[in-house]
């Protein structure tokens, strides 16, 4: 069946989109991520202009988030205080993701911008994860106990001011590092379409050492309010935001967050890692190989915003 986008300005298979949605729901759901760093390259794959799939991605991350949240509250897998600083960064760096996003656009090189971005920010992360992940696989199948931090360690950035006591992760650590990292996912997300729940997952883990139980919870919170801030501003200044896209994604995607959110709470944490890490850099080879290998057609023509 086909429908009809009118701000992407072309027909999709209505049921194509919607399967992509559950899809994607159920990733979210699974690994505690928006699911954009995977179905933005998946619109962009099917046709969709990549200022409209980056945009669009707001409102169904929010949506996947939203059903995600409310799931691991009721679990009691929430931590308020630690979401609350990292909601505070992510709103900020979201406003200046949308900025330099629309600047992109105006000069014609977002599509440049999001393709290369892809290829580092994934492969770079994907590569980190996957090397751990598969160590920690490795020691538990020989038995071997994976080492915690003993007490009384702490690293450089856990000794910096404006320091906040997290009960609930059994953190007291500065919330400045906690602010910088959730400003770069907010930029981040804002520019690539992404939830960021990707690079907040494995840094609350190795890099703060937040439980495993509560970290998707809190992820998937900051999410949620990242992305309807950069909905919001997508829409006002952009205005590349196809809501009749998002409503067919959402449909699909609360539906696969539920699924996934209930699966994820009994995989083991190294499997889980591992095939986070697998996904990610399935996506970044995607785009790696469509930046070399030679398009269909070698000119095109697009229509660009002109600078005011």
Do not use: C
Request: avoid cysteine; charged fraction near 10%.
């Amino acid at each position: 069946m086909q429908i009809y986008l009118p701000i992407a300005e072309l027909p999709v298979d209505m049921l194509l989109v919607l399967t992509l949605g559950v899809a994607v729901g159920f990733i979210s759901g699974l690994f505690g991520v928006g699911g954009g760093f995977l179905m933005t390259p998946l619109l962009i794959f099917i046709g969709i202009p990549p200022a409209v799939a980056v945009a669009t991605q707001g409102p169904q991350i929010a949506a996947s988030s939203l059903t995600g949240s409310l799931l691991y509250w009721r679990r009691r897998a929430l931590d308020f205080r630690l979401a609350g600083i990292l909601i505070v960064g992510g709103v900020v760096g979201t406003l200046l993701g949308v900025m330099f996003f629309n600047q992109m656009r105006r000069i014609g090189q977002l599509e440049t911008v999001i393709a290369v971005s892809y290829v580092v920010l994934l492969g770079s992360i994907g590569t980190l994860i996957f090397i751990e992940s598969s160590r920690a696989l490795a020691r538990s199948r020989g038995g071997k106990v994976e080492t915690r931090r003993r007490a009384g360690r702490h690293q450089w950035y856990e000794g910096l001011p404006f320091k906040m006591r997290f009960p609930r992760s059994g953190l007291y650590i500065s919330i400045i590092p906690l602010l910088a990292i959730s400003v770069f996912i907010g930029f981040v997300g804002a520019v690539l379409g992404i939830g960021g729940g990707f690079i907040l997952v494995p840094a609350l883990i190795y890099i703060f050492r937040v439980p495993s139980n509560v970290v998707v919870g809190t992820s998937l919170l900051q999410i949620l309010f990242t992305m309807i801030a950069a909905t919001l501003l997508h829409s006002v200044s952009s205005h590349a935001v196809d809501m009749f896209l998002a409503l067919v994604l959402i449909i699909g995607g609360v539906f696969g967050a539920q699924f996934g959110a209930r699966v994820g709470t009994k995989l083991r944490s190294d499997i889980f890692r591992l095939l986070l890490a697998i996904l990610i850099l399935a996506v970044a080879a995607r785009f790696a190989a469509d930046i070399v290998t030679q398009p269909v057609e070698a000119f095109s023509t697009t229509a660009t915003e002109t600078a005011r």
